[in-house]
């Protein structure tokens, strides 16, 4: 009897940090809703299709520099910590960091690739700013922005390594606080109106004044250890090896996701388009949660028949709770024009193409995660590659036929040949024991 009562208080601790978790990474989503929903109530519409560009570019560089680690941290750091092995934990950790400034490297000759685009038009960009206000300063946003929100994620995979979910409850929220409180202080500050770089520098800061948050509540004095220079290459290499499927899924899925803001080249649309895209970050709320309680646990799974075990349970909540969703074509389809103004009544039709592809995303992440957990980050990159090139496919004959309809159309319908090549490989793995492989051995020895 008292065993049984240790393990339902054990039981009741583990879902209340669950619970704190999630409302805390809650909290984080909910108040980049908001920012997001204030910032377009108070810009007028061109600017509001600059702010959604912006975030779009921001988002395709946090890709860059994130470098996969986020998830290789977990997935390898957990195993370290589990063994107390403090060597290889700093060779991990002094490995990453200089993968870290590898990658913002990369990012920073891309944005000075569009800097010079910007002076010299006919040698064209990758991704121009045209008509855009204070070109550099906004690159400059950019490039900082995006390289803030990796080191983010990246302090966020240390503490989900560490299982430091108390931290992690009063920490993630930091950013969104931060970025509403600068918001508040530039609108009242400036009787009453607010500037497109007053709301992107609100967005820049954010991050890294949580930076500074997480030094002071996580004694992380492990960052200072030193590491053996072999150690040291050989996790570069098995980091370089292990992400480089990563960071290729997660530049892939970026531009997947973010495609049809970047290919609408009109401000108006652009600023419609993303407008109805604003209920995807509610949705960031239960996948960012998913992810971070499934792939700890799937990372100690061994057989398929564990796998199905656990898709089972996950799929008993997850199925149900979709239905709770459903009155959000309902509910976001009134909301859009009531809270930006009736020349956002274009949004509602857009929304309503793109509102079953959210849906079908929360379905399908627990396939992603657990491939991240069977070491298969090729796979991972192959499907985030199969969604990137069915988008180009798609937006580059719905858009110039239908326009903002259209790029909606193409976002729901490029994502469905990569899920079905989820769905393919796991009936095979569940059918033989034997996950399909696609190279010569399991990363993780």
Known sequence: MFQRAISVIGQGRRLSKIAG?????????????????????????EEHGIYGQFVAQVTVIQAITEAGLQYSLIRYLSRSLHHGNSTEVSSILRASLSL????????FVLIASWATAGFFPILGGPLGLPH?????????????????????????????????????????????????????????????HLTIQQALFSFLAGPYISVAI??????????????????????????????????????????????????????????????????????LILLATMQSVILPRFSVLESASQYAQNFKKIY???????????????????FLPFWYGEEYVRSISVFWILYPGFLLRLIFAPLGTALLALDRP???????GIRMA?????????????????????????????????????????????????QKRKLVE
């Not at 870290?100 to 990012?107: E, H, N, Q, T, V």
């Not at 960052?223 to 040291?232: G, K």
């Not at 709770?321 to 976001?332: H, K």
């Not at 990569?418 to 492989?437: A, M, N």
Request: no cysteine; charged share 10%.
């Open 390 to 438: 069915s988008g180009i496919l798609f937006n580059s004959i719905l858009i110039p036929l239908y326009g903002i309809h259209g790029a909606a159309w193409a976002s729901l319908i490029s994502q469905t040949p990569g899920w079905i090549f989820l769905l393919i490989l796991f009936y095979r793995y569940f059918q033989t024991g034997v996950f399909p492989s696609f």
């Open 316 to 334: 008993a909540y997850l199925l149900p709770g979709l239905l709770a969703l459903l009155p959000g074509f309902w509910i976001f389809a009134w």
């Open 132 to 192: 855009s206000p204070d070109h550099l300063t906004i690159l400059l946003m950019v490039l900082l922005s995006g390289f803030g929100m990796s080191i983010f994620s990246f302090l966020d995979a240390i503490l989900v390594a560490h299982q430091k979910y108390n931290q992690l409850v009063y920490w993630i929220p930091s950013t969104g606080i931060v970025r509403l409180t600068l918001l508040t202080l530039f609108y009242f500050g400036d009787s009453g």
């Open 214 to 283: 997480f030094f002071a509540i996580f004694p992380a004095s492990f960052f200072e250890r030193s590491a053996p220079a072999d150690e040291r290459f050989h996790w570069i290499r098995r980091l370089f090896s292990y992400n480089r499927w990563l960071i290729a899924a997660s530049f892939f899925s970026i531009l997947s996701d973010w495609m049809e803001v970047l290919l609408l080249g009109q401000r108006a649309d652009a600023a419609f388009f993303h407008a109805a895209r604003i209920p995807m970050q509610g949705f």
């Open 100 to 107: 870290k400034f590898y990658a913002f490297l990369i990012a």
């Open 21 to 45: 978790l999630f409302l805390s990474r809650s909290f984080h989503s909910f108040s980049s809703l908001v920012f997001s929903l204030v910032v377009g109530k108070l810009l007028i519409v």
């Open 378 to 384: 090729i796979i991972v990159g192959i499907e985030a």
